[in-house]
């Protein structure tokens, strides 16, 4: 079992920049493959980026490559989302997610966060 916790979610001038956390269970960490989703009102959770175990495979969604970058610290056991350059349209409840394989589908991840708010005003 991996238990997920998210933090730094916020209200954001459009163009400032927040940082997401993901705490996870130390245990198997560094085994683990994370993926950052997120949800708006009214529309279906979508991919935001993942990171594998080794840090060295980071994909992004197209609407935030370029702003938002995913790091990893295997000693403190977190995953981060830094986010640039804000829009509004980046207003959602942030998901970190956890599984054995990277992936941009959400069904690969079977650990789950239960989010932070991220709203960004124009």
């Known amino acids: 079992q991996v238990q997920l916790a998210e933090s730094g979610g916020g209200l954001v001038q459009a163009g400032g920049s927040l940082r997401l956390s993901c705490a996870a269970s130390k245990r198997t960490f560094s085994e683990k493959s994370f993926g950052w989703f997120r949800q708006a009102p009214g529309t279906e959770r979508r991919f935001v980026g993942n990171i594998d175990q080794f840090g060295t495979n980071i994909d992004y969604a197209d609407s935030v490559k370029g702003r938002f970058t995913i790091s990893r610290d295997n000693a403190k056991a977190t995953v981060y989302l830094q986010m640039n350059s804000l829009k509004s349209e980046d207003t959602a409840i942030y998901y970190c997610?956890?599984?054995?394989?990277?992936?941009?589908?959400?069904?690969?991840?079977?650990?789950w966060g239960q989010g932070t708010q991220v709203t960004v005003s124009s």
């Open positions: 997610a956890a599984g054995p394989h990277v992936g941009d589908n959400q069904h690969s991840y079977p650990y």
